[in-house]
């Protein structure tokens, strides 16, 4: 498939501090495609070269000149002291979208995200969720035949999380090439294809099995009350190669060329201390891999 959006040795800089760092990037059309990553890592910098909005300081970032867009960023820009209509029937005569069909269209989107009893309301007075919803339609407005989402979820509620999320993969399942940012390694799930920016370095994409596949090491889970005293006792284990807490558990990732013995050898080391069916091995998650694919540097080639 051709590429929408194509980023080589992309490098963006804010005076001394450098947001991207020779970023490679491809985007087929068809895609829906996650960028993955923590506050200050440069995705919102991402998106605004994408839509040029601003320009790099070195590399090219090219978008398919054929391929209309629309942007949803990461802070509601809508008119907050006008209607949900309003704001759609300015939008559609900014674009030039006839008025018939413009009110057409901005009926049925609003139904399908829930959002038709709305139209009179103030778009100040909107939720969280509900205001995305807005912004959303918005951009669908013109039919683009890209989105953009820059943390679309990012501070609302889990039920209209969710709600986003099914919206997104009915337009991606009618055709629409989507990019989306998001610091959630849940929605990740959803996407054909993602990758990772971290500290403006872009970790090598791919999809969600080939990323986990990826990682080769076993992993543990360990359930424990006393996760200090876990931690100490591991430290003392050569195969444990890293310890990370996750909500109530602990992941015990093995060292390079660790095998099967690492459970043996965990069990024995937290004897007297955990039970030795709370320690078993899981699969890997997305966070397990990119953790990992971080720490080895893998980049983009």
Known sequence: MAAVIEARGLVKSFGAHPALRGVDLDVARGELFALIGPDGAGKTTFFRLVAGLITPTKGTVRRDPAATFGLVPQRFSLYEDLTVDENLDLRARLYSVPTPEARLRSAQLLERVGMSPYGRRLAGALSGGMKQKLALVSALLTRPDLLLLDEPTTGVD????????????????????????????????????????????????????EILARYPRPLLEILSSDRVAVRTRLSTVPSADD?????????VRGAEGSGPDLIDAVRSALAGLVPPDSVRPVDPTLEDAFVLAAERDELVA
């Open 243 to 251: 310890i990370s807490l996750f909500g109530t558990r602990l992941h």
């Open 158 to 209: 889990p039920v209209s999380r969710r709600e986003f999320w099914q919206v997104l993969n009915e337009l991606h399942h009618g055709g629409l090439t989507i990019l989306v940012s998001t610091p959630y390694m849940d929605e990740a799930e959803y996407a054909t294809r993602l990758a990772f920016l971290d500290d403006g370095r872009l970790l090598a994409p791919g999809t969600r099995d």
